[in-house]
């Protein structure tokens, strides 16, 4: 198997190379694990298309060290691009920015726009770091799970994916466990096109304007699609009286049996169901959440009934994926 320690300086150096000479890599950031190739080899980055079974006109986000490293894919970094990566690199943030013709035109779906960020997680900064030095200055590195999965958290979760063939590099669980805050500066106004665990308000600050909704014409960005996030296991997504009235309705006529239940009310005694606490804090839920699905489809679970996360929107980015994730199934 080739999973290797994170702090391994050989490792590192090792992941670098395999990069260089265009392979693919499972590499930890702070959101969460990413299959990463580099940016600049159309071949390198079809074999993530391949391997995720992802469209190849859906854009990547490609992964680099700094601004300097931002520039090279960039046809222009616009002020507001700028001002937020002055605030949030490195860090759960991506840009989305008019990319320089003919550069990573696979990476970016063949879009005239780019997708880009720097990641705080120490051995991503190593091996970007590492890999620049041997002419790789930015990695496409969407989340290492089939398409439209559940995204990985542990190099564990690498592994079951993709088998042991492929290198990964364990930097331990993922501190903000869902993907990053994507923000559209490619026009006039800045949009958000996908929430993270960075407030909305904490953008706004940093940009010093609001952020515009986004339309028709904003550029395909990864995780936007409607259905996504989806464990194998049915989601669905219920108000705390939803839940409670389904847990009853179940209950009454014995039909709890394959029932998960993710929530912050504890299910009545009695009810034999797999049940899972979800914290009351945001951050936290984010964390662990892809985690807990990915545990409860391991469980056997044939259904996860989830609690809606609160309307505060401190709770944007976790409701966003919960959504999507129960989107996946219909009636």
């Not at 003919?102 to 900064?125: C, D, E, K, M, W």
């Not at 590492?130 to 799970?145: C, F, H, M, Q």
């Not at 959440?289 to 391991?298: G, I, K, P, S």
Request: one cysteine or more.
């Amino acid at each position: 198997m080739l999973l290797f320690p994170g702090n391994d300086p050989d490792a590192i150096q090792a992941a670098a190379r395999r990069l260089a000479d265009g392979e693919l890599l499972g590499l930890p950031t702070e959101t969460v694990y990413g299959l990463a190739a580099r940016a600049d080899s159309d071949a390198a980055v079809a074999k993530i298309f391949a391997a995720k079974g992802r469209p190849s006109d859906h854009p990547l986000i490609v992964h680099v060290l700094d601004a300097a490293g931002a520039e090279l894919f960039a046809d222009h970094l616009p002020a507001t691009a700028r001002r937020l990566m002055d605030a949030f690199w490195p860090g759960p943030l991506t840009v989305i920015v008019p990319r320089q013709p003919g550069v990573a035109a696979s990476a970016a779906g063949g879009h005239a726009t780019i997708a880009l960020r720097a990641p705080a997680h120490p051995v991503a900064r190593a091996v970007l770091a590492a890999a620049r030095e041997l002419g790789v200055n930015g990695v496409a590195a969407p989340s290492a799970n089939r398409f439209g999965r559940v995204s990985p958290t542990l190099a564990r979760h690498v592994v079951e994916e993709f088998g042991p063939e492929l290198m990964v590099l364990d930097g331990g669980a993922c501190e903000v466990g869902i993907e990053s805050s994507i923000v559209d500066c490619s026009r006039e106004r800045p949009a958000l096109l996908r929430p993270g665990l960075l407030s909305r308000a904490s953008i706004e600050a940093a940009l010093g304007e609001p952020l515009a909704e986004p339309d028709i014409d904003a550029p395909k960005a990864s995780g936007t699609l409607a259905a996504h996030y989806a464990p194998s296991a049915r989601l669905r997504l219920l108000d705390a009286a939803g839940l409670s009235l389904r847990l009853a309705t179940a209950a009454a006529s014995g039909g709890l049996e394959g029932v998960a239940v993710y929530s912050r009310a504890q299910p009545p005694a009695g009810l034999a169901c797999e049940w899972r606490a979800q914290p009351a804090n945001a951050a936290a839920v984010a964390h662990e959440l892809f985690a807990v699905l990915r545990a409860l489809d391991t469980a056997g679970a044939r259904e996860i009934w989830v609690e809606s996360p609160p309307r505060d929107s401190a709770w944007d980015g976790v409701r966003d994926r919960l959504s999507r994730a129960a989107a996946a199934f219909t009636d």
